[in-house]
């Protein structure tokens, strides 16, 4: 007897040891989840909060958003040129080739657009945002700061978040004009259209109310870019292999969060405009 309850004690430890480590990896999860959810509310608390960083924050603009410019007119213009030969291959089956140019600025500006340059400034920026935090730390340059009586959260991180509020609209409204500018390259190629006439067909059906909610909830899509690399770099460890990871993991976790927050987004906005649901 005691030998059968000897056995069936050895035979479940691995079980009790197997739910003993998923017990902590999702403590671990959620305490995460916690931490990078205070780092986020106290940035945007301290937005608003003075003193404000204006030459570190005119600096990230410029690095963070002026320099992410050509990146984003490039791919616009390829975004628009595909958009527009799709486009023509679905509508020249019912001949409705005029509507092209509504139906690409339509869906450049109410989703392709934000959704585009929001994923493309999350490679760029939440990965240079989380190697250049995480080699500060790693290097103890952030330790420097703080024992020179400089705020390094605000220095480092609140510079940042603005820099990326303020550069995320921007750069979105170039995106929908280089994919406008493609889609008319593709159209003056397959049919001579000009470009007076491009643009008013395509101008024709967009009103304010498509334009102004996708643009501006790409604000958000910069603040989860800013916070979440820069939460990953501020947590770096491990040397130079922690600024790598650090660096990957910030592309990939603002991607995902970009993507989730898209759909929570479109749905608001559907809300608060119902008119932004119609054609």
Do not use: W
């Not at 250049?132 to 024992?147: H, K, S, Y």
């Not at 603005?162 to 390259?185: D, E, Q, R, Y």
């Not at 976790?253 to 970009?258: A, E, K, P, T």
């Amino acid at each position: 007897m005691h030998y059968h309850d000897a056995r069936t004690a050895q035979a479940l430890q691995p079980l009790s040891l197997m739910e003993g480590r998923a017990g902590t990896a999702v403590t671990s999860f959620l305490a995460s989840v916690g931490d990078a959810a205070l780092f986020a509310l106290r940035a945007a608390r301290e937005i608003f909060v003075p003193p404000f960083e204006l030459a570190e924050t005119s600096r990230q603009v410029y690095e963070l958003g002026l320099r992410s410019a050509p990146l984003i007119a490039v791919s616009g213009l390829a975004v628009g040129v595909v958009l527009s030969m799709h486009t023509r291959a679905s509508l020249e089956r019912f001949g409705a080739e005029s509507m092209i140019p509504a139906g690409l600025a339509i869906a450049l500006v109410r989703e392709t657009g934000p959704l585009t340059a929001g994923l493309l400034l999350s490679g760029r920026i939440g990965a240079g945002i989380g190697a250049e935090i995480g080699a500060m730390r790693v290097t103890e340059q952030i330790d420097a700061l703080e024992a020179s009586a400089v705020d390094s959260f605000r220095y480092l991180v609140v510079t940042r978040v603005i820099a990326c509020v303020i550069a995320l609209p921007i750069l979105t409204t170039l995106m929908n004009f280089s994919g406008m500018l493609g889609g008319f390259i593709a159209e003056t190629a397959a049919t001579g259209m000009s470009l007076r006439l491009y643009f008013n067909r395509a101008f024709s059906l967009i009103d304010m109310v498509d334009y102004v909610p996708a643009t501006l909830k790409t604000v958000v899509f910069g603040f989860i870019i800013a916070t979440t690399s820069s939460y990953l770099g501020f947590n770096t460890d491990s040397g130079t292999e922690g600024v790598g990871r650090a660096s990957t993991r910030s592309v990939v976790l603002s991607s995902i969060l970009i993507i989730v927050s898209n759909v929570l987004l479109v749905r608001l906005i559907f809300f608060i405009f119902p008119q932004a649901a119609g054609g």
